[in-house]
């Protein structure tokens, strides 16, 4: 498709089809806009960014082959100034984090309607970082909290799959009293007191979900 300079022009990374096809319908009710690609994995995001250079990513969380989390990072590694909007249906404050981590520009839930998407899209191509009330609270929170490191979360994951303390240990190359003060650790950053407590915390802020 050939690229009209005075739009904004826009790639769609959705693994469902419809979802493709409705975002595109409903942004042609714009004439500022311009779809130019749409990918189906987060591998193809890379290549067709590429090839079309667009001035917005409207990205999916969950795709195959590269989330979105993993999409964003290779992209603005290879584009340092891509400008990706994560658009999704999961509003946790873990993925709302690991999102503007990785370095998106915006977040947005798939249940937005049309002038605030077109908003959104305006905000990022102007250089700004963008997100509902709703997110921003989401934002502000998850920034109080202590940060799990990434052997904490191989003890949590393993711990949800109900391995003991001397299973964990072994696994992981550690003693078990290590393994209990892995868990200690991993308690304080939860603000919980007991195994089941710590997974359903986990859970609920997307932590082990998105690993």
Known sequence: MKADPSRIRLLIADDHYIVIMGLTALLKLRKEFQVVASARDGKAVLELYREHHPDVVL?????????????????????????????????????????????????????????????????????????????????????????????????????????????????????????????RRIYGKLGVTARVEAIAEAQRRGILDRR
């Open 59 to 183: 990205m999916d969380l969950q795709m195959p082959k590269l989330d979105g989390i993993g999409a964003v990072k290779e992209l603005l590694a290879e584009f340092p100034d891509a400008r990706v909007i994560i658009l999704t249906s999961f509003g946790r404050e873990e993925d709302v984090h690991l999102a503007f981590k990785a370095g998106a520009c915006g977040y947005l839930l798939k249940e937005a309607e049309l002038p605030v998407l077109a908003e959104a899209i305006h905000a990022v191509h102007r250089g700004e970082r963008w997100m509902p009330a709703n997110v921003a609270h989401l934002v502000a929170e998850r920034a109080k909290l202590p940060e799990l490191s990434r052997r904490e979360v191989e003890v949590l994951e393993l711990v949800a799959k109900g391995l003991r303390n001397k299973e964990i240990a072994d696994l992981l190359g550690f003693s078990e009293d290590g393994a209990k003060q892995h868990l």
